[in-house]
Antibody
């Protein structure tokens, strides 16, 4: 059974860097074909894909946010972190990590999400 | 690839049949995924490859389409189906989602 859980600050000030962690179990990020993504959802707005990392450390970012985003997997392979620099109030929303079933391109398991507010 | 969902919201009753549409800005073959999201919860996958039901999803949900036009149909609405529905294209990066459809009880 795959489980994922996000952690990080609930409130971040404008211009600061947001760092979120996703702790997971039930799979290994060193297994060929495995990917993990970060997705966010501003209040009342659509889902927005942020970043993707594969088992082989190949990384991809949303072009509109690429200069501010970084995704990293850790040596233990049971945690992935996302950093978003120079945050603004428009970055407020719920941030989700998810397991990606690469063959079908499906995010088949999601964390519960972590709400983040950018405010001074 | 932009995805346009319609309608943005729909009101229906238990037992109704409803259809939600997702249109892609270019040909994505059958690389389309549908998710259901309930208030305060993460999305859950319903259908992938446009028409394949995810394990454990009731058979009243079905998907169809290929190329640029796709539909999600719920054949007989149950109380637990009132939620938001999102389409997502899995054809190419960047991953993109539709703007969502809110299914409300009439």
């Amino acid at each position: 059974q795959i489980t994922l859980k996000e952690s990080g600050p609930a409130v971040v000030k404008p211009t600061q860097t947001l760092t979120l962690a996703c702790k997971f179990s039930g799979f290994s990020l060193s297994t060929s074909g495995v990917g993990m993504v970060w997705i966010r959802q501003p209040p009342g707005k659509p889902l927005e894909w942020l970043a993707l990392i594969y088992w082989d450390d190949d990384k991809h970012y949303n072009p509109s946010l690429q200069s501010r985003l970084s995704i990293t997997k850790h040596a233990s392979n049971d945690q992935v972190t996302l950093t978003l620099t120079n945050v603004e109030p428009v970055d407020t929303g719920t941030y989700y990590c998810a397991h990606r079933r690469t063959v079908q391109g499906v995010m088949d398991s999601w964390g519960q999400g972590i709400p983040v507010t950018v405010s001074s | 690839i932009q995805l346009t969902q319609s309608p943005s919201s729909v009101s229906a009753s238990v037992g109704d049949r409803i259809t939600i549409t997702c249109r892609a800005s270019r040909d994505i073959s059958n690389w389309l995924v549908w998710y259901q999201q309930k208030p305060g919860r993460a999305p859950q996958v319903l259908i992938y490859r446009a028409a394949t039901l995810e394990g454990g999803v009731p058979s009243r949900f079905s998907g169809s389409g290929s190329g640029t036009d796709f539909t999600l149909t719920i054949s007989s609405l149950q109380p637990e189906d009132f939620a938001d529905y999102h389409c997502q294209q899995a054809h190419s990066l960047p991953i993109t989602f539709g703007q969502g459809t809110r299914l409300e009880m009439k």
